[in-house]
T-cell receptor
Framework: DARVTQTPRHKVTEMGQEVTMRCQPILGHNTVFWYRQTMMQGLELLAY????????DSGMPKDRFSAEMPDATLATLKIQPSEPRDSAVYFC??????????????????FGPGTRLTVL | TQLLEQSPQFLSIQEGENLTVYCNSSSVFSSLQWYRQEPGEGPVLLVTVVTGGEVKKLKRLTFQFGDARKDSSLHITAAQPGDTGLYLC?????????????FGTGTQLKVEL
């Protein structure tokens, strides 16, 4: 059945190392979201894409984080250099939104299983 | 910034009890969704409410959207251990932005035998 996949499921790295997380959205979905979840801050939106174009990345620290969609079947979130405060679970979600990026969509967001990142 | 506060933050009850979770904001939302998240997984959508005052039922779960579309509640009747999980409300803004959601602070529910 159709589901969002994320790799890796777990990642332990040392401070200063580059981390790349990957997401395969559900085929046919035109919107992809990256979230970060921690106990203290809850679920925070980092960035999202519509038809592979970035619509909003205001939640993402620009100096070290970058998000891209090389093609419709792959979204990446990269952290360089990583820091201990980046330790969290990172979720990717996909859904169907208005094709132009305007208007309101009540459609469901389908979440992947997450990548648990630990930066030592 | 639109904030969604949920209460209670934690809830531990016995099987068969009823409970209500609240989701409150000072902002108006065009729609509000409730998700449930289990350990090691991502959130899964339970319901979407769109109209102020709307009530939706999903088996033993009843969802209500406030008249002013600023708040919502989730009521569970006769809770079961399978209801255990993190419940998240999420609101979509009225000013556009496609389906960008603001998630609430979460309510961790544990239902014991």
């Amino acid at each position: 059945d159709a589901r969002v996949t994320q790799t890796p499921r777990h990642k332990v790295t040392e401070m200063g190392q580059e981390v790349t997380m990957r997401c395969q959205p559900i085929l046919g979905h035109n919107t992809v979201f990256w979230y970060r979840q921690t106990m203290m801050q809850g679920l925070e939106l980092l960035a999202y894409f519509r038809n592979r174009a970035p619509l909003d990345d205001s939640g993402m620290p620009k100096d070290r984080f970058s998000a891209e969609m090389p093609d419709a079947t792959l979204a990446t979130l990269k952290i360089q250099p990583s820091e201990p405060r980046d330790s969290a679970v990172y979720f990717c979600a996909s859904g169907l939104g208005p094709p132009t990026g305007r208007g309101i969509s009540y459609n469901e967001q389908f979440f992947g299983p997450g990548t648990r990142l630990t930066v030592l | 910034t639109q904030l969604l506060e949920q209460s209670p933050q934690f809830l531990s009850i016995q099987e068969g009890e009823n409970l209500t979770v609240y989701c409150n904001s000072s902002s108006v939302f065009s729609s509000l969704q409730w998700y449930r998240q289990e350990p090691g997984e991502g959130p899964v959508l339970l319901v979407t409410v769109v109209t102020g005052g709307e009530v939706k039922k999903l088996k033993r779960l009843t969802f209500q959207f406030g008249d002013a579309r600023k708040d919502s509640s989730l009521h569970i009747t006769a809770a079961q251990p399978g209801d255990t999980g993190l419940y998240l409300c999420a609101g979509a803004g009225v000013t556009g932005g496609g389906n960008k959601l603001t998630f609430g602070t979460g309510t961790q529910l544990k239902v014991e035998l």
